[in-house]
């Protein structure tokens, strides 16, 4: 019997795209470095802030320091921006809705620094929508690794066969498998089902309200 559902953010519960990428946009115009569409930011999302700004600096710019001097531009950048343009996906809501009707007990757990990820859950869900909601935190590893994962599992009384991880890429994917968790990969998410496959994800959702399928197909409701 799964408990617990566990959705990674952007690309799963959300679409973050435009405001992660105009607000990435803004620093590398400000230094005139050449900026990028919103598909590939896409594929420079995923590992956390530190990463987006690592991959979208110039090569030659990639410096530890460097790194951290962007960061603290970007982050000032999203906090303007963080949900001027960040939606649920279509269906989500109401796909929380039913699993919390159903006794299944819903946490976020996101590479993105904490603090935005609490501001835009709880702007765009509510505060009572999740149990638990963890974004990065100082000392704790990014997902894939772990820790993330056993930290909401430890808080809520949870274990490892009793949860499910929903995300939208291979991170996703390897996070689940660090963690001894199935994974329902989500294809409309920024990477798409061929990422997925490749990865391994045991169930792959083509829309929202499979995911209440797949739920029911675990727990033989």
């Known amino acids: 019997m799964k408990k617990l559902f566990i959705f990674d953010l952007?690309?799963?519960?959300v679409n973050s795209i435009y405001d992660l990428g105009d607000a990435?946009?803004?620093?590398?115009?400000?230094?005139?470095?050449?900026?990028?569409?919103?598909?590939?930011?896409?594929?420079?999302?995923?590992?956390g802030t530190l990463k987006l700004v690592e991959r979208a600096l110039p090569e030659k710019l990639r410096s530890e320091e460097n790194i951290k001097k962007y960061h603290a531009e970007f982050s000032e950048e999203y906090n303007k921006r963080c949900v001027n343009k960040t939606k649920p996906?279509?269906?989500?809501?109401?796909?929380l809705d039913t699993l919390r009707s159903e006794g299944i007990m819903t946490a976020v757990a996101s590479n993105k620094p904490d603090g935005f990820v609490n501001y835009i859950v709880k702007n765009i869900f509510g505060e009572k929508d999740f149990d638990l909601i963890e974004g990065k935190?100082?000392?704790?590893?990014?997902k894939p690794a772990p820790e993330i994962i056993y930290n909401i599992l430890g808080t809520l009384g949870v274990k490892a066969e009793e949860a499910v991880l929903i995300g939208d890429s291979d991170v996703d994917v390897m996070t689940a498998k660090n963690a001894d968790l199935d994974c329902i990969g989500c294809e409309w998410g920024f990477r798409g089902r061929e990422e997925l496959e490749n990865a391994g994800a045991k169930y792959i959702a083509e829309v929202p309200q499979d995911i209440v399928s797949i739920c029911?197909?675990?727990?033989?409701?």
């Open 24 to 47: 990435m946009n803004a620093v590398l115009e400000r230094y005139g470095f050449p900026v990028f569409d919103y598909d590939t930011y896409k594929h420079l999302v995923g590992n």
């Open 10 to 13: 952007d690309g799963t519960l």
């Open 216 to 221: 029911h197909e675990i727990n033989r409701i």
């Open 137 to 142: 935190k100082d000392g704790v590893p990014t």
């Open 89 to 95: 996906y279509e269906h989500i809501c109401e796909v």
